[in-house]
Structures are given as C-alpha cells and as structure tokens.
C-alpha cells in the first residue's frame, strides 16, 4: 500500500499503470541482498554492470505510453525483466531486446516462474530494434540514447508512440516522448533523469 501511496504522491495517476506496479512483484526481479528493500524508490544495481530502475520512473515511462490492451510493444533493453513484465501486464504481447545474453536468459525464467508469458525475449543489438516483428504500436527505450534511434521510428506503427531518455552520457538526459504522425514526429519533452548508455551491438561476453 505504501508503494502505491508514494507512486500516487509523485503523480502517477493511470489506474492501470497503478495496478501492473502492484501486480508484479518487484522483489523478483532485484539481487537477493536487496529484495528487502525491492520497493525503495531508487535504482539498483543489477549483473553486467546494468541497473533496475526506480519504481517511479518505471511506473512515469509507462504511464507516458498510454497503453491499450491490443498493443504490440518493443522494449529495448530487458535488464532484469521488471519493465517488460510491468508493459506485459498491459499489453497483448510485449518484445523485449537485451545485449546480454546473461540477463536475457535470467529475464526469460522469471516471466516463465511468474507465467508472464506474452513475453518474447530477444538477444541482439537493442539499437536494431526486433525488425522482424514490426510494426510496433508502442516501443520504450530503457537506456540512453544520444540521438533518436532511425531504426526504432521506421519499426513504430503510423500513430504509434515511442518512449526513451534522450541526451549525452556524461550530461542532462530527458525522458521524450515522440509520436508518428503524417506530417513526421511530434516531441515532448518531459522530467529529467539518468540512465544507463544505449550501446551498439550485442554483448561479447556475459
């Protein structure tokens, strides 16, 4: 209840987005030394370097999504599987891209013990997208990018929406929200945060 008050206080107001934050537990998906405290509002560290990200910016991203229960979405970036198993619990399926190997297969046992199973992970280069299952009604990118991604616009539907921090690594990043309209992409720009590099490629090692 606590964790749903302090979404609440912070502007989270998507009763559905409010209800896939209470639905999955997020203690599944955060190292075991830290599942006491799975539901503080911060990030955490996760393998490979990489990070879960707070529950208010998870809960913020999605809501910014305006999900329906018929869209198809691409994730970039998997992590640990806590925002691909939060959009599953909103969307009919939801494809989930991850570099490294080591988190990907980590991601795909979870969604199986929790029976999430509208969840495609993929190993691969999140930059590249997952062309092969396009068009995609809403696609959300959890890592930083410098500048849009061209390949992820030319994989979201006409009228689709796409979600992703935008900025320098070493400097300001903004969550932006970019809608495919006939005219080009419509911009918002919204809160401030900091993420992890989307990087090129797919992972050597791990």
């Not at 370097?49 to 691409?74: D, F, N, W």
């Not at 080591?102 to 190993?123: H, K, M, P, S």
């Not at 890592?143 to 929406?161: K, N, T, Y």
């Not at 419509?186 to 992972?203: D, H, Q, S, Y």
């Amino acid at each position: 209840m606590e964790f749903l008050l302090g979404l609440r206080r912070r502007g989270i107001a998507d009763p559905a987005v409010l209800r896939a934050m209470e639905e999955v537990p997020r203690e599944n998906f955060v190292r075991a030394d830290d599942a006491a405290v799975a539901y503080a509002d911060h990030a955490m560290p996760i393998d490979c370097g990489q990070t879960i990200s707070q529950p208010y910016v998870v809960a913020y991203m999605t809501e910014r999504l305006s999900l329906a229960p018929e869209h198809k979405v691409l994730e970039i970036g998997t992590g640990s599987g806590y925002q691909a198993a939060v959009l599953s619990r909103l969307a009919a399926r939801v494809v989930t891209i991850e570099r490294y190997r080591t988190l990907a297969e980590q991601a795909r046992a979870r969604f199986a013990a929790l029976g999430y199973d509208n969840i495609a992970v993929v190993i691969g280069d999140g930059r590249a997208g997952v062309p092969e299952e396009a068009p995609y009604d809403r696609i959300i990118v959890t890592a930083a990018a410098e500048s849009i991604p061209r390949a992820l616009v030319d994989q979201l539907a006409d009228g689709g929406v796409m979600v992703l921090p935008l900025g320098p690594q070493d400097g300001a990043q903004i969550i932006v929200r970019l809608t495919k309209t006939p005219s080009g992409l419509f911009r918002e720009n919204f809160i401030g945060v900091r993420f992890v590099p989307l990087l090129p490629g797919k992972a050597r090692e791990l």
